[in-house]
């Protein structure tokens, strides 16, 4: 099976390589238009536009999330099996140090990244997406946060752009071109431009991890600690920070040396 895919004409691989994100749209489209239907109907507010509706039914838009990601995993999981069958896989696994050092560095990273990208000013130049994460994320009821930013969505995330994105990319055009692809997909996916640089380069970690690792296990555990870290590093520096003006500094320097350290971990070769 793996040779008949390589024999593949250039349209056939394009659309192999685009099928699992359009899969994830398609799901996206067809459960965001359900939930906004429903919560019409429900507030009576059949007419009102989609940002009328996400205020006025708390939680709505964390509904969808988790209501699309299932929704992809569910109707995607055979295809990913298949996908272990047709495409290259690598034959090794990580322990559980590996993997633990790879979810310390994604959330240190990630925090990193997004703390440089908003002091830098170029979220500022972005202003309608401060906004948008404000009414999607904040107040909203933690546990369903977790469920659908922390478990649901980086599960279906890993199986769509490093299980099967990044495997078919890399089986046609090898690993650096497969990463970049699969990377680039991941950060149009999120549909505006600070997400998309921020989704672009941990799209790439992602990729790297899953390559290293040889599976998604560990870059869907990176990619949950990645997010799980989002949640709560805003109210850890606050306290930081309130606690010393050099609190927050000082754990943005604890976040970089993390970064090296487990950077060394997962990069070292043992003799």
Known sequence: MKQEARRKNLPGKIWDVLYPTAALVLCMLIITMAALMLAGWITGKQSADSRELMEAVP???????????????????????????????????????????????????????????EYSGFMELFPGYSRQAAAAFEGQNLLLLIAATVVLGPAAEEMIFRGMTYRRARSYAGPLWGALISSLLFGLYHGNMVQFVYSFLMGLLFAAICQNSGGILASAAA?????????FSTPVFGWLQG?????????????????????????????
Request: charged content about 15%; proline content about 4%.
């Open 59 to 117: 939680g709505l838009s964390l509904w969808v999330s988790g209501g699309f990601y299932g929704a992809a995993l569910l109707t995607q999981r055979k295809q990913y099996a298949l996908d272990a069958l047709q495409f290259d896989e690598p034959e090794k696994r990580w322990r559980a140090k590996k993997t633990a050092a790879a979810c310390f560095l994604a959330a240190a990273l990630g925090h990193l990244l997004s703390t440089g990208m």
């Open 223 to 231: 990619h949950s600690a990645a997010n799980l870290w989002a949640i």
């Open 243 to 271: 606690l010393s003006p050099v609190g927050a500094p000082a754990g943005l320097a604890l976040e970089g040396a993390l970064v090296c350290v487990c950077g060394w971990i997962l990069l070292r070769k043992r003799p």
